[in-house]
């Protein structure tokens, strides 16, 4: 059974500093992705990842893939409030099929 | 384009009653999904289809039903409802493996509430 775990799983931080959520899986995957979700809302999409070593970013958002170490991650540089928001990690291990399995998400607020 | 449509966005049922909530896509996909998120957990996957008439269950199928006679809509129907199907529930579609940017879109969300 395919475990996807994040953490932190909440993460208070200060605006204009940095910090990075890892999103780490049980099994092979070949997809994965981020999502962010304000509350009441529906999930944004973030970024697909599809290769090892894949990077990619996006304003003050980055991430990243090692398929070895079965590890994702998402930093954030010089965070600002409007990035406060529930980040998800989701894996699809079977080529195309995308049935996805989500981390339990990482709630991120950002203190002005 | 709307995108994916889910309906009704608010529902309370009563323990026992049985419903369904309708979701559409008007992007031609071929694969789409339903996923429920219960607080502070992350989305977990009840039924999935890659096309018309194909369907397969996720990781919490019990208590729901899916069929999918077009390629547009993905109804979702809980039989019986019980109080641990208080949920909001996800309707997702994509074009697969056929889409080279891997985009899965998601429906605004329908928050079900059964007493």
């Known amino acids: 059974e395919l475990k996807v775990e994040q953490n932190p799983l909440f993460l208070s931080m200060q605006e204009g500093k940095n910090y990075t959520i890892y999103c780490n899986y049980s099994?092979?995957?070949?997809?994965l992705y981020w999502y962010r979700q304000d509350p009441g809302k529906s999930l944004e999409s973030l970024f697909v990842?599809?290769?090892?070593?894949a990077v990619k970013q996006e304003g003050r958002l980055m991430a990243s893939l090692d398929t070895k170490a079965r590890l994702s991650t998402l930093h954030i540089t010089a965070a600002v409030h409007d990035l406060s928001a529930t980040y998800f990690c989701?894996?699809?291990?079977?080529?195309?099929?995308?049935?996805?399995?989500f981390g339990t998400g990482t709630r991120l607020t950002i203190i002005p | 384009n709307a995108g994916v449509t889910q309906t009704p966005k608010f529902q309370v049922l009563k323990t026992g009653q049985s419903m369904t909530l309708q979701c559409a896509q008007d992007?031609?996909?071929?694969?789409m999904s339903w996923y429920r998120q219960d607080p502070g957990m992350g989305l977990r996957l009840i039924h999935y289809?890659?096309?018309?008439?194909?369907?397969d269950q996720g990781e919490v199928p019990n208590g729901y039903n899916v069929s999918r006679s077009t390629t547009e809509d993905f109804p979702l129907r809980l039989l019986s409802a019980a109080p641990s199907q208080t949920s909001v529930y996800f309707c997702?579609?994509?074009?697969?493996?056929?889409?080279?940017?891997?985009?899965?879109?998601f429906g605004e969300g329908s928050w079900l509430t059964v007493v």
């Open positions: 997702a579609s994509s074009y697969g493996y056929r889409d080279p940017r891997n985009t899965i879109y």
């Open positions: 099994t092979t995957s070949d997809r």
């Open positions: 990842l599809l290769s090892n070593g």
């Open positions: 989701a894996v699809d291990p079977n080529f195309g099929n995308e049935k996805l399995t």
């Open positions: 992007m031609n996909h071929e694969y």
């Open positions: 289809s890659v096309g018309a008439g194909i369907t």
